[in-house]
């Protein structure tokens, strides 16, 4: 079993739809998570942290669920610019132990 | 301020062959990172640096891959012969370490790609 999974997709959507992706960790000691996002040949990038308590970015919505050892993303009202993969991300004890997920391939199409 | 900076963008070697990849990380960024890149999976570690001690190479593949960071900045990541099955995109990335604890975000170059005809 993997460290960190995700399902690959893609998600084909519509613009204006609500997305939601899950990623789950294997590690119940992992300490902190992230969402990347990578565009198409480029380099990943830090879209938003995960807190326990859930955290919001105008559209994006994360949540961590230590219990079940899930992390979500959910982005509202897709964007064609919300094209991209998102990658999962978790850190083990101090942080120094970065696993990313294969990531999670978005498509939003007018 | 600059981000992080690698070179070549893109290399093409045939197999056999060696080839060299070079990160300037973000000024003050003490911990560095090397990262392969397969299409459509994640980066994966290959070395991780706390200033120029490698703490974390135990997935660097060692009978043909080395890298250094002397006095603590700079990085060079060698393959040394390289392989068909190298083909990739090697990353690099830096991060903050602030009393003993990663801040977590890191910061990537555009990354280094590589073909292995």
């Known amino acids: 079993r993997k460290e960190v999974e995700q399902d690959p997709g893609p998600f084909n959507v519509p613009e204006g739809a609500t997305v939601a992706f899950n990623c789950t960790y294997s590690?119940?000691?992992?300490?902190?998570f992230f969402w990347y996002r990578q565009d198409c040949r480029k380099e990943p990038k830090l879209l938003m942290s995960?807190?326990?308590s859930g955290n919001e970015d105008g559209r994006f919505t994360a949540q961590l669920n230590r219990a079940s050892q899930y992390i979500s993303l959910l982005i509202r009202d897709s964007k064609l610019s919300d094209s991209a993969t998102y990658l999962c991300?978790?850190?083990?004890?101090?942080?120094?132990?970065?696993?990313f997920g294969a990531g999670t391939r978005l498509f939003v199409k007018a | 301020e600059a981000g992080v900076v690698q070179s070549p963008r893109y290399k093409i070697i045939e197999k056999k062959q060696p080839v060299a990849f070079w990160c300037n990380p973000i000024s003050g960024h003490n911990t560095l990172y090397w990262y392969l890149q397969n299409l459509g999976q994640g980066p994966e570690l290959l070395i991780r640096y706390e200033n120029e001690e490698a703490v974390d190479d135990s997935q660097l593949p060692k009978d043909r891959f080395s890298a250094e960071r002397l006095k603590g900045v700079d990085s060079t990541l060698k393959i040394q012969p390289a392989e068909l099955g190298d083909s990739a995109v090697y990353l690099c990335a830096s991060s903050l370490q602030r009393r003993g604890v990663n801040t977590g975000e890191l910061f990537f170059g555009e990354g280094s790609r590589l073909t292995v005809l």
């Open positions: 590690n119940s000691a992992s300490q902190s």
């Open positions: 995960v807190y326990s």
């Open positions: 991300v978790v850190n083990g004890a101090g942080g120094f132990k970065t696993i």
